[in-house]
Nanobody, 125 residues
Framework: QVQLVESGGGLVQAGGSLRLSCAASGRTFSNYARAWFRQAPGKEREFVASIGWNGYSTQYADSVKGRFTISRDNAKNTVYLQLNSLKADDTAVYSC??????????????????WGQGTQVTVSS
């Protein structure tokens, strides 16, 4: 079956960096959009970043623009999220998502069919 497995989360001080990875198995997503969402305690899930099938189109939430960078390696069926200049407000469970129909970057959760379990990112102030 299809699996998305995130890794790279952890505890980091404010101003630090992390690199998250999301490896997919069970099918290839090289022709479809991938994305990252996050959910902080007591808050709703929110969009973080997305990337189109060929990596040329990207979208970012305003809160992370200029600090986070999404990228993908279709040969490895993997998407990455580089988190720089981390803030306490970035603390959340980060989940990756993969579409089976959308090819361009999209912020809409409804465009993604497959979801990972998430990886915890905790930023200490």
């Amino acid at each position: 079956q299809v699996q998305l497995v995130e890794s790279g989360g952890g505890l980091v001080q404010a101003g630090g960096s992390l690199r998250l990875s999301c490896a997919a198995s069970g099918r290839t997503f090289s022709n479809y959009a991938r994305a990252w969402f996050r959910q902080a305690p007591g808050k709703e899930r929110e969009f973080v970043a997305s990337i189109g099938w060929n990596g040329y189109s990207t979208q970012y939430a305003d809160s992370v623009k200029g600090r986070f960078t999404i990228s993908r390696d279709n040969a490895k069926n993997t998407v990455y999220l580089q988190l720089n200049s981390l803030k306490a407000d970035d603390t959340a469970v980060y989940s990756c998502a993969a579409s089976r129909s959308t090819v361009s970057a999209s912020y809409r959760p409804s465009d993604y069919y497959y979801w990972g379990q998430g990886t915890q990112v905790t930023v200490s102030s």
